[in-house]
């Protein structure tokens, strides 16, 4: 390949990774972040309770994970960009569905079909995609494409907000529905695989492909970490609102805001931090932050406490997710990862449904929330180890000045021995 060509190609996988963190940015910011705002509109404004409007994200999850793993096997035959079409036009229709639902069923089978065609829209796809077009060096452009998750969440839940305050619920989610649609399909149109260059280098890229089977200690491994660091992490920060109140900080709402913040200066740290430092210490620094934050907010009974562990908390859910596509295309390389990704990122969905369920448990148990958040930063360190105990890892650029002097000492001593040897030669 020329090198004009080949800087072409540099060129476009930059355009790639900006165009995954618009999508991502604004498919999941006009659904999973916004489930508040559509449940607190569905109980003002439409009159359902709070028990069935807040059942819908759950059967969201639930069909994202089922989706996820048809989403993989659909990579295999069906472009990128047709199924992120696919999946906008379904979540943007449903999101319009659950503006305009009149019963409880058509509520969430609308909440359902969102998580399964979101799956179509979101991370498999488009991480699949951004490591394709990088695969020799995935971290950075994942990191930065997934940052758009987190600034998706950060400014378009108000904004769903305000068009829902202005327009009412029906007409509101029509418009963010039809907006989602438009947006995403606009993206995708310059959406593009790799070239074969670059795809025969992605299948390189996979020295331990055969042990994708979810039979493997490998994957049971990669699970249950991922399993622990989300059922904590799910868990504390669903109830970060409770918390705040129980113990008069006065400061709920800015603690979830402050969560919010954290997420995405977590994700802006982590754009030259992961590529540069080991994936195990990583995650287990990660881990020993998400914990860190657990233990304060154990004892938060001022403001400054409160904000402090919930910032500590964002901070690691920001890093938390693209740790899970690390190790997968680590451990899988990349022709498996969309097929075991989706596997392992079942962890979320069923991490999110026990936590927040095992830390009311606790806190009845206790009488109060300390003893259970100390729990949950124990859950956390474990599942950082467990990450840490599979072995799979990337280069750290924190010992490459050691192994390139070691190096360029071993090519010396080469290079020095083989002027001995011509000279030996001459004399003979």
């Not at 449940?39 to 059942?55: N, P, Q």
């Not at 070239?195 to 331990?208: H, N």
């Not at 609102?241 to 919010?260: D, F, S």
Request: proline share 4%; net charge positive; charged share 10%.
């Amino acid at each position: 390949m020329s090198d004009a060509a080949r800087d072409t190609d540099a060129a476009y996988g930059r355009v790639i990774v900006g165009l995954a963190f618009c999508i991502l940015g604004v498919a999941v910011g006009l659904s999973f972040y916004s489930m508040s705002a559509y449940i607190d509109a569905l109980v003002s404004d439409r009159g359902f309770s709070l028990a069935v409007a807040s059942a819908g994200p759950t059967f969201s999850s639930i069909c994202g994970g089922v989706g996820g793993l048809i989403t993989a096997r659909l990579l295999k035959t069906v472009s990128t960009r047709l199924l992120l079409c696919v999946g906008a036009a379904g979540v943007g229709l449903t999101l319009a569905g659950i503006g305009s639902a009149q019963t409880v069923w058509q509520l969430w089978i609308c909440f359902a079909l969102s998580g399964f065609f979101g799956s179509m829209a979101s991370g498999i796809p488009i991480s699949a995609l951004v490591a394709r077009w990088f695969p020799t060096a995935p971290a950075k452009p994942l990191t930065i494409a997934m940052t758009g998750m987190a600034l998706g969440g950060a400014i378009i839940p108000p904004a769903v907000l305000g068009v829902i305050g202005v327009f009412g619920l029906p007409r509101g989610s029509l418009i963010l529905g039809a907006s989602l649609i438009i947006l995403v399909w606009s993206a995708s149109v310059f959406i593009k695989e790799p070239p074969l260059s670059i795809q025969e280098a992605a299948k390189r890229v996979a020295p331990k492909s055969t042990r994708a089977s979810v039979r493997d200690p490998l994957f049971a491994m990669l699970f249950g970490g991922m399993f622990f660091l989300f059922v904590s992490q799910i868990a504390t920060s669903n109830h970060l609102v409770r918390l705040a109140k129980e113990n008069n900080t006065h400061a709920a709402a800015l603690a979830v805001t402050t969560l919010a913040i954290g997420a995405l200066i977590g994700r802006l740290a982590g754009i030259p931090l992961m590529p540069a430092v080991g994936l195990r210490r990583i995650a287990v620094s990660v881990a020993i932050t998400q914990a860190a934050g657990q233990f304060v907010l154990s004892g938060a009974y001022h403001a400054w406490s409160m904000l402090l562990g919930s910032f500590l908390i964002g901070f690691a859910m920001g890093n938390v997710a693209i740790l899970q596509s690390l190790f997968a295309i680590e451990a899988y390389g990349l022709v498996e990862y969309p097929r075991m990704f989706a596997r392992i990122n079942l962890a979320a969905p069923i991490g999110g449904g026990l936590g927040p369920l095992l830390v009311a448990l606790l806190h009845g148990s206790f009488g109060g929330y300390r003893w259970a958040l100390v729990a949950m930063g124990v859950m956390s360190i474990i599942g950082g180890l467990i990450l840490f105990s599979t072995g799979i890892d990337t280069e750290s650029k924190l010992n490459r000045g050691g192994a390139t002097k070691a190096a360029q000492r071993r090519e010396d001593l080469e290079s020095a021995r083989a002027d001995e040897a011509k000279v030996d030669a001459l004399v003979d």
